[in-house]
């Protein structure tokens, strides 16, 4: 096998853009079940996968998302924020950084298997599985409308609404 064989089997496979995305029920910060079959018919969905709740990077994506909540209100988005994190460190950090959006509770990270959203990481010289950061925008029909894998966390916000404005 190439090096490059090699890298893109590592790679988990993301789900195809056009077609249905990934069904999922997980609970929310206040335990409560959440699905995406809830939003079908009513709100396009931005499902965004982080790796830890109150950590530097991700609390500066959430609080971009917190803050541009009218911009999202007004485009009929609902975000939806999925970590490994227990429910009881979710509603944490939606208290501590005031988050008005849902946080979702993906403790065996099977959803983030299904979305491609698991895999290889390497920090400080070290490999291990992991959350990568990764966003899926679902329209209001279900349906995966654009993946973005290589997320920043200082712009992920005004990146997702750029491009709900411009395509959906």
Same mark, same amino acid.
């Given at each position: ?29 206040? %335990?409560?079940?959440? &699905? ?8 396009? *969905? /931005? =499902?965004?996968?982080? #790796? ?11 609080? %971009?998302?917190?803050? &541009? ?8 988005? *609902? /975000? =939806?924020?999925?970590? #490994? ?84």
């Amino acid at each position: 096998m190439s090096t490059s064989d090699t890298k893109t089997a590592n790679r988990p496979q993301l789900p195809q853009t056009g077609k249905q995305a990934p069904a999922f029920k997980l609970l929310d910060q206040r %335990g409560e079940p959440v &699905s995406l079959a809830d939003f079908k018919g009513k709100k396009n *969905v /931005v =499902l965004y996968f982080y #790796p830890k709740a109150m950590t530097p990077g991700c609390t500066v994506q959430a609080c %971009g998302l917190r803050d &541009s909540q009218s911009e999202l209100d007004a485009l009929d988005t *609902v /975000v =939806l924020g999925v970590s #490994p994190d227990p429910v009881a460190r979710l509603q944490k950090f939606i208290d501590k950084e005031e988050l008005n959006f849902t946080l979702l509770s993906d403790e065996d990270h099977a959803i983030a298997e299904k979305y491609g959203a698991w895999g290889l990481k390497k920090f400080m010289g070290r490999e291990y599985m992991g959350i990568l950061r990764q966003t899926y925008i679902i329209d209001k029909q279900g349906k995966l409308q654009h993946v973005m894998d290589k997320v920043k966390t200082k712009t992920h916000h005004d990146d997702v609404i750029s491009w709900i404005k411009e395509n959906l």
